[in-house]
């Protein structure tokens, strides 16, 4: 059993994140401090059922609106907790296992007595070996690394820049690009769920955020169809589609001026959600960089965004 004190985690190689934020390189991996001796914390204590459904992503992916319909497809029976989403945020109602420690309401992830929805962002190699050795199913979304990257500027800036000049943008894609980001790096986040999904296809889904965008439909129906919970009328999807759009989630109170995780507002959570969005900010020469430090690279895998 692993144990970490806040003095061994103190002597991983550091970095900051764009000045704002400190990360620590554990097992190949950035990420804050904290995380990592949560996640630690989990690799110990989390006892994984075979019914337990994770979802994954990397962050600013299309995390909130997997979470939507993960738990609206879940729950689908039950029109009173699906109604759920009206009154809190997709954070609380799935919350991500290793960041529950900036939750602002008590959330008991290792309640067992049950099957749960859980999502984390942890790097497939980090989550918990129950995880990886039950027979629970995983479900992660992937995002094209340029609107990845415009979003999470976006995102970060929205709550640690506040009324104050925005984070430079170049040297944010330069973080992103070094891998030197929360979670990071982002290129071998996606490769090692790619490539555990194409070993083990009853184990893990593999989505892209443009196709769930392009053909929404399509992919709801696969993913209920993975969870086991088919649809017994295609119009249900429709219905859930409906109840989880961005722009509904985005005008509901709690999510308009509410707070679930710690100085981060409800609403950094939901922007644009366009794909593309990308071309409205980068220049020729950033396009070249993700291109050649991450697209090229995925593209040799098989994928392309």
Known sequence: MQRWTDSRIAELPRTHFIEALKLVEWEGYWCMPPIVKAAVALQNNFEARNDDVFLASCAKTGTTWLKSLAFCIMQRQNH????????ENPHFLVPTVEAVAYSDKTIDIFDASAARLLHTHLPHALVPDSVRSTLCKIIYIARNPKDTVVSSWHFFNSFL???????P???FIDCFCSGKHPYGPFLEHVM?????????????LFLKYEELKIDPKTQVLKIAEFLERPFEDDTKADEILSRCSIERLKNFEVNKSGSHFV?????SF????????????LTSEMEMKIDNTICLKLRDLGLYF
């Open 192 to 204: 090692g769920y790619w490539e555990e999904s194409k070993k083990n296809p009853k184990k893990i």
């Open 161 to 167: 820049r506040r009324d104050e000049e925005l984070f």
């Open 270 to 281: 939901f922007r644009k959600g366009e794909v593309g969005d990308w071309n409205n900010y």
């Open 263 to 267: 100085d981060t507002p409800n609403s």
């Open 80 to 87: 009173q907790i699906v109604d759920a989403l009206t009154l």
């Open 169 to 171: 943008f170049e040297k």
